[in-house]
């Protein structure tokens, strides 16, 4: 079965950085384009990065445009999420996802929490 954990996520002061890693198992990852959510508690979850299955092609919110970046290892099956300048308002929990066959798959997500 699909499965997506994602690591990496804590405690950083603003302008600090994180990398996020998901690790997929259960499908061909290699195949499917992957995707980094956010969602902050009374908001609703806002797609952050998507990346094309050869890495080639991404996409980015506005809002993290120029200081966030996606990448993947399709050896090692797992999509990153470079987060660096991070800012208060980037607080959220962070999902990774893919779809096949409609289907939405999440993982369980990971804390990122920007403060002082």
């Known amino acids: 079965q699909v499965q997506l954990v994602e690591s990496g996520g804590g405690l950083v002061q603003p302008g600090g950085s994180l990398r996020l890693s998901c690790a997929a198992s259960g499908f061909s990852f290699s195949t499917y384009v992957m995707y980094w959510y956010r969602q902050d508690p009374g908001k609703e979850r806002e797609m952050v990065a998507s990346?094309?299955?050869?890495?080639?092609?991404?996409n980015y919110a506005d809002s993290v445009k120029g200081r966030f970046t996606i990448s993947r290892d399709n050896a090692k099956k797992t999509v990153y999420l470079q987060m660096n300048t991070l800012k208060p308002e980037d607080t959220a929990v962070y999902y990774c996802n893919t779809v096949s066959y409609r289907t939405q798959y999440w993982g369980r997500g990971t804390q990122v929490t920007v403060s002082s």
């Open positions: 990346i094309s299955s050869t890495g080639r092609s991404t």
